[in-house]
Each structure stands twice: as C-alpha cells, then as structure tokens.
C-alpha cells in the first residue's frame, strides 16, 4: 500500500508557534499533496510538491519532501487560531488516484 | 474556479433504501472521484472517473454503488441498498490528473438507521 501516515496524531500549539506535521509512505510515488479538513467540512488542498522536488513554500507553509526515506513534511509557520484543523497528507503513485493518511490533528490554542 | 458543489448536505435513510448523492463539479476537468469518510477515520478512495467511465475503483465499490455523469455538469453516487456502515462523509471531487491537486466538494453526511 502507499498510503501515507501522518505524525503525530495530534498537535497542540500556541498562537504564534510553529507547527510540523510528519507523513511517511511506503511506495514511490509522482507526488505528494497536503490537504486540511475543518472540523465536519471538505478537504482543501494546500500544496503538492513533485517526486523530484524537495522543497516547497506557499505562503506560511513549508513542505519538504525525501524519496530516499520515503517521507514528507509540512511546517506552518506563525500559527494562527484558525490554522486549527485536520490536516492529511496523500500520495499519488503512477496511474493511482489519491491515497490519504489518516491525518494530524492540529489545534492552536489563542 | 467554480467550487465543487454537493447536495444534499445531511441525508437520513432506513437501511435498506436507495440514496443518490449528487455532486456538480461544473467544470472541464477530465476527472472526476469519490471518497469517504467514517467519523473519526481516514479518507477512502471509492472510485475514480474518467472520460464518462470507471477508470478505477476501490474494495469498498461494490456491486452495490455505482456512478453516472447523466449529463455534462452533475456527477452522481448511487447506493442501491444502504448499510449501517454506509453511514458516513461522501467527498466528491475534481482533479485534472496526475500532477494537479484535486478540488473536493463540502461533503454528503450519510446516516442509514
């Protein structure tokens, strides 16, 4: 399976705080992608970052991506209270739709 | 670009019902997925769309759901005779292949009683 498992489960942060969150996979993969989930809403897609590239900013989000650990991670810098929800990453491999994980729970506390 | 649009946004069904999830992606994107999600849980790919055909699907898509793009903008999941452990999210999307995220809609809450 190359489905992606995110690190930790949940996240509790202060205002202002950084937060990461980990996602390892198992198979390669043409990309990875990170997405949010308000609490009971739909899944906003966040940032896709390519097999072949390591890094990648939008705004206050930072991911990195390693093939050779098969890992990836997302740093939000600057926290903000409404930063607070679920966050997943998901893979795509070669002909495959999206695989989640199972998510991290962030909440930033004011 | 246009959001994708699903209705209804809470559904109740006796088990055993028929339930028809709608999702309008209005758009030319090429592909078109559901997933879903039970509470608490991860989200499940269920099946992917392309070029008005099944190109793949998931274990979970068994002879019991299927999809039709009846016309050139509504996407629909069908479920022809719900389970308790149907009960859960419907996520539709868009996506326009393999190197573009995908744009998914509000949801479906599905209960069956």
């Known amino acids: 399976s190359q489905q992606g498992e995110e690190d930790p489960q949940a996240l509790s942060i202060q205002e202002g705080e950084n937060a990461t969150m980990n996602c390892s996979y198992k198979?390669?993969?043409?990309?990875l992608q990170w997405y949010r989930q308000n609490s009971g809403r739909g899944l906003v897609h966040l940032i896709l970052?390519?097999?072949?590239?390591r890094e990648k900013h939008s705004g206050r989000l930072r991911v990195t991506l390693d093939t050779s650990k098969k890992s990836s991670s997302l740093l939000i810098t600057a926290s903000r209270a409404a930063d607070t929800a679920s966050y997943f990453c998901?893979?795509?491999?070669?002909?495959?739709?999206?695989?989640f994980g199972k998510g991290t729970r962030l909440s930033v506390i004011a | 670009e246009p959001e994708v649009t699903q209705t209804p946004s809470h559904q109740v069904t006796q088990m055993g019902q028929e339930v028809i999830l709608r999702c309008v992606p209005i758009?030319?994107?090429?592909?078109f997925y559901w997933y879903r999600q039970i509470l608490g849980q991860k989200v499940e790919f269920l099946v992917s769309?392309?070029?008005?055909?099944?190109?793949?699907k998931s274990e979970i898509f068994d002879d019991q759901f299927s999809v039709e793009r009846p016309d050139g903008s509504n996407f629909t999941l069908k479920i022809r005779s719900t389970k308790l452990e149907d009960s859960a999210m419907y996520f539709c999307?868009?996506?326009?292949?393999?190197?573009?995220?995908?744009?998914f809609g509000s949801g479906t809450r599905l209960t069956v009683v």
């Open positions: 198979t390669s993969i043409n990309n």
């Open positions: 970052i390519r097999s072949n590239e």
């Open positions: 998901a893979t795509v491999a070669r002909n495959t739709p999206l695989v």
């Open positions: 769309f392309y070029n008005n055909e099944i190109s793949e």
């Open positions: 999307a868009r996506g326009q292949g393999a190197f573009d995220g995908y744009t």
């Open positions: 758009s030319n994107h090429l592909y």
